[in-house]
């Protein structure tokens, strides 16, 4: 199990580096996000009600005065809120790659099943960009309402088999099995150097969006599976390996979280559990004494005013 603590380690100076190498290794030389101002970002709205998030960036030019060579290619861009759609099929399905690790299973029919749930769910894109490819999913699903799914069924045996926590997982196996209907799967998969300032407004967005669906939703069955009393999250973190000493304890976060919201959930969830995954990404020196594992957080439904409100202030802290 993860011991929970009070601060917010990703957001420690060691791990705040950490986030800005990882950045600058990411397509350096494409039009990507660059870094914003901690000035609240101007939105606006697209005629589907989705928020427009202008974030203002000045465009850094090959000729410009800065010595500073990383910068080059760095343009603006806005970054814009849409409802899930099929033709976003092949840029979720990048995103959810590595969803559970390099596990084989039914990706196809999940990322059909995320991009079905119109109502509730966001992608973020580059504001009329030709590319159109997604940066972000996030969504939930209801892990009873759609249990027949073979995608499902697959993905609730791989959180058990990772699982090696006895008192958690007989837990589990209740939740995932006769308490499914009350269990949202929280699905949240972006590039890594999204900017932070659009967390707060996309995750009020899925929130808000899930709330609606429990009165707008056209049946009675469909809007009890939007009546969540739970959320598992399946993501990623760096934990420190083969510690030499107290000195390089004290140096160094013993764990990074890579989405900072992870670090609200933990604090927040009722439980955690991480495990060994086959798969390793290239990592930055910085990290040459991490591991990349998984990590499972079960969080109450009504923990999540609380993780609102926090993210908010992690971010206009940052």
């Known amino acids: 199990m993860v ?33 914003v101002s901690k000035s609240h970002p101007k939105t606006l709205y697209t005629s589907s009600g989705k928020t427009v998030v202008d974030h203002s960036l000045s465009k850094t030019s090959k000729h410009s005065e800065s010595s500073h060579q990383e910068d080059e290619g760095f343009v603006q861009v806005d970054f814009a809120f849409f409802d899930p759609k099929p033709k976003d099929f092949n840029g979720v399905k990048i995103l959810l790659q590595t969803f559970l690790d390099n596990e084989e299973w039914d990706l196809t029919s999940f990322v059909d099943l995320v991009l079905g749930q119109t109502r509730v769910g966001t992608i973020v894109k580059v504001e009329e960009d030709e590319d159109d490819s997604p940066f972000s999913i996030l969504s939930a699903i209801n892990l009873g309402y759609h249990k027949e799914h073979k995608c499902i069924k697959e993905l609730k045996e791989y959180i058990l088999r990772v699982c090696h926590e006895l008192d ?7 939740l995932l099995g006769e308490q499914a209907q009350n269990m949202g799967l929280l699905v949240s998969q972006r590039v890594v150097n999204l900017p932070l300032q659009l967390l707060p407004p996309l995750y009020d967005a899925l929130f808000d969006e899930i709330l609606w669906a429990t009165e707008d939703e056209p049946t009675e069955e469909l809007r009890e599976s939007y009546r969540f009393k739970y959320y598992i999250l399946v993501s990623r973190i760096y934990k420190l390996q083969n510690k030499k000493s ?51 957080m079960l969080v109450k439904e009504d923990s999540i005013p609380t993780f609102r409100e926090e993210l908010k202030s992690l971010v206009e802290e940052s």
């Open 3 to 35: 011991p929970r603590r009070g601060r917010l380690l990703g957001f420690s100076s060691f791990a705040r580096s950490l986030a800005r190498v990882q950045s600058g290794r990411m397509l350096r030389h494409q039009r990507r996000p660059s870094p």
């Open 168 to 174: 958690i997982k007989d837990n589990l196996k209740v």
């Open 246 to 296: 107290k000195a390089q304890e004290a140096c160094s976060e013993s764990t990074i979280f890579i989405k900072p919201e992870d670090e609200i959930f933990h604090k927040l969830s009722l439980w955690s559990f991480t495990f060994s995954l086959c798969t390793q990404q290239l990592a930055p020196h910085e990290l040459r004494n991490y591991e990349l594992m998984g990590l499972v």
